[in-house]
């Protein structure tokens, strides 16, 4: 049964996670451009662990860049997102898009590895991920967010390029529209 006002009514959830806001602001611009067709923006750490396999056509997913440091390896509210025990498979076939930030320069060697990390939770749990995008106009090292010379969602860089942010989102959405087919 559909949470009504917990965003599993639309056929597109959109969830997310945040540190300063700024997945928080990238999200509400998401459902400005897909409309309808998109859940309104909740935090992942109030969803209900079934809501994600509900949305008929798929989920978005935002995260903040990925925390390294001596004393704490995740700020993500994601690492806590599982799928149930009973279902490891969950979202087998529905489609999954991530957006998600870093700072190429400061975190050049784990640059938004929360969008790969959060891309490779989903696709174990079966989803059939969608929202790739081109590494080209960014520079940095490594990023888990990277695969086949591809980012696996969408990636922002606000502390660098936050020129880009807005044009970058816009893109990105009308590519969504196609791919889970809701234009």
Not at 107 to 129: L, P, S
Request: proline share 4%; aromatic share 8%; with cysteine.
């Amino acid at each position: 049964m559909a949470h009504v006002g917990r965003g599993a009514c639309a056929p597109v959830g959109l969830y997310y996670s945040t540190g300063t806001l700024r997945t928080r602001k990238v999200a509400h611009m998401i459902k400005e451009r897909l409309g309808d067709a998109v859940s309104e923006p909740q935090l992942i750490r109030s969803a209900l662990p079934q809501q994600l396999s509900e949305h008929a056509k798929g989920i978005i997913c935002g995260t903040p860049s990925y925390l390294w440091s001596d004393h704490q390896v995740s700020a993500l509210d994601w690492d806590n997102v599982v799928p149930p025990y009973t279902n490891p498979t969950d979202m087998d076939g529905k489609r999954v898009a991530v957006f998600g930030f870093g700072d190429q320069k400061s975190y050049a060697k784990h640059f938004a590895d929360g969008v790969g990390i959060v891309w490779e939770k989903m696709q174990m749990r079966g989803a059939k991920m969608v929202g790739t995008t081109e590494v080209d106009g960014y520079e940095f090292e490594r990023s888990r967010a990277v695969c086949n010379r591809t980012f696996v969602g969408l990636v922002l860089d606000d502390d660098n390029q936050p020129e880009l942010t807005e044009e970058r989102v816009e893109r990105w959405c009308a590519q969504l529209k196609k791919e889970f087919e809701i234009e």
